[in-house]
DNA sequence: AGATAACCGAGACGGTACGTCTCGTCTTGAT
DNA sequence: ATCAAGACGAGACGTACCGTCTCGGTTATCT
């Protein structure tokens, strides 16, 4: 995970290697500062001297504040895993708590829409979230809803193009709200609130 | 709107007044700068500038960054007004639709998520958003429930608080939807969308 | 002497004026600084921080490094007067010994060849020098000269030009001969090097 | 240049003999960047560079910055000789030309002061510069006053303390009077210059 | 009419973080 | 057993904004 971000290896690798230590740690580092200090007030050199690390390692690999807090941020969602819980609301409730919990982290919540609000003028930023946040969850939506198909709950997809705009549309409502929910009203995103919204979700899709 | 903002206490006012066209300026100026140079290279003194005013003048009225834009943003929200188009449905497409016109704004977009961000560690900033911003939209999802009550479209509830519960789920829904597909999928949320979310929305709804 | 760096009076001055404090306070520190670091150690934070004053101040004033030196150290020869001993000779050997001793303090020392190192690459630098330390003591030339012609001692120029050329050797003759026996050579231009000295001086020129 | 040096033979022990070559390329480098950058911008990095060889292999032959200029300037006065114009003053005059025509180099213009300038703060410094540089040149000296008394010119001395103190007062004049000429005063010591100052010296000194 | 009070522009101030640069040291792999 | 290549911890650089503080001057209302 972390051994791809900077990966460009022209056949040989001449002087001494990057320390792959160094990178742990400056994610570690960035999540605690987050926790301590939220994003605005985060700066990459307090980051670098809490890594144990000099300012310019921090520089040499990554672009900016920016790419450093996506990818400290991105990890935290490498937890996220579909729960086989029996049934598709079941499961979709599991894997809508999880993505939950992962929101109610302090050093998500101040992380997370900061990025994405500096990606509205930055594209490859907003590349990098979708490939490290973005696409991992929309994985699990793929498999919840093949699972769901082999278990009969849903039909088989018929035209291939309608099926990806669906998947689309489950994944801005899902994500959406649970956004809002929990970062624009501030309300938890509880297990009330998880039932309420999945029977809302699954009633309105099974047509 | 822009009045209300420097509450007037002491009855009377000595001296010279503040000048009521500089809070327009201001703001027009931030939503400028807002476009130009997106939140982040956003500075209070090139507001000022632009504005034709000095830095103290911004500072008298505002306490910061955060407090500014959010003035500058919610005012792109005033437009918002609950179409009548005859039904539950093409009622809720279009103010949905005017909601995605005011997202696709760059001033809105830049300044809307990082405000937000800011917000999850400051509890007045979230406070001044809710009252600036969410709840001029949320009084929205009211009207339209009692038009449909009074076409006969849905029916009157009997617990209020299950009702406002619900009101709460329907307006994260809405809100977190068209935001996430609009400054996180970055995809348009064009006429064809809205009309697709409206259906598993009410159908979700209409139990 | 420090007021006439920086003036630039535009008929009118708006806002806040400079602090004609913050000036002594920084000269003193540099001076300081020079004694205790040298100048390949005296970093411009550093001053700043001694002079209780912050760096954009310091900036905002001086280009840089070696004008500041320049500045602080060209007030050391503001102390250089002729005195008036009842002969050329002697008055010759106060003068020497006057700028020997000032060569000799430190801060003098540090920046004065640092400076002039720098200056063959930075016109403008030279020319600093020049009006700042160079001129201030080649008046003293003009002076001496000027007081030996009125005591008979010399006789009275008939071709200015060629007059100017031999003020110029008599200036690079005792500036350079005692810069280098302080700088270069490292011993003391004390009473006894200076009396040799300017009897070859003077024996010199008494064609 | 430095290139051949990789063709050179395997021997039978491992690693490259090329370390003879690699000073001369660093001193080299050394001047050329002094001529391009002057002392101040001059970095470690880029010499090594520009001599192709690694900043290890340099710091490996040299404590720092001032050592190697004080090397890389120091092979610039090796051409220095004293001439055999048949006069004391002749001879004067063309080493006093030569002296002159080093210090209009830019890479001794840019590093000699430079370096003095650090001495004066460090005695190890100031050592190497002494044995490096004025030692050479005092030497020529001695060689022209031992010519003037073969030739009768000047008379035997008699007492060695003193006739060193003349030789040293000499030395601080001439070396002093040229080096002000060139780098304060910023004229060009040419051979009317030249003329003018030995004619004073002289004189002064033959009492 | 004059006093009083709060406003206004301009811009200097003490701070803090930026992102870059160079330092001198320390691994690496290749020769 | 050296070398080039280059990453490393350290720390100064000069710049940009921050939010505050004088300045001299300008409106207003309240005597």
Redesign the pocket.
């Known amino acids: 995970m972390v051994g791809d971000m900077h990966s460009r290896s022209p056949a040989?690798?001449?002087?001494?290697?990057?320390?792959?230590e160094?990178?742990a740690?400056i994610l570690a580092a960035t999540r605690e500062a987050l926790v301590e200090l939220g994003w605005s007030?985060?700066?990459?050199?307090?980051?670098?001297?809490r890594?144990?690390?000099?300012?310019?390692?921090?520089?040499?690999?990554w672009?900016?504040?920016n790419e450093l807090v996506v990818d400290a941020v991105a990890e935290l969602f490498d937890a996220l895993e579909l729960p086989d819980c029996g049934s598709l609301a079941a499961d979709i409730e599991g894997v809508v708590l999880q993505f939950a919990a992962i929101l109610a982290l302090p050093e998500a919540r101040s992380g997370l829409m900061a990025v994405v609000a500096e990606a509205t003028r930055d594209e490859a930023l907003r590349e990098r979230i979708r490939a490290s946040v973005v696409d991992r969850q929309k994985r699990l939506v793929l498999e919840g809803r093949a699972r769901a198909q082999a278990r009969g709950e849903l039909p088989a997809e018929e035209d291939p193009e309608s099926a990806a705009r669906t998947v689309d549309l489950i994944f801005d409502m899902v994500a959406g709200a649970v956004v809002h929910r929990t970062l624009v009203s501030a309300e938890p995103a509880d297990e009330e609130w998880v039932r309420s919204f999945t029977r809302v979700l699954l009633q309105g899709l099974g047509s």
């Open positions: 040989v690798r001449s002087g001494r290697p990057r320390s792959a160094a990178d740690a007030k985060l700066t990459l050199g307090d980051v670098a001297t890594a144990g690390v000099a300012k310019t390692t921090l520089y040499r690999r672009a900016g504040k």
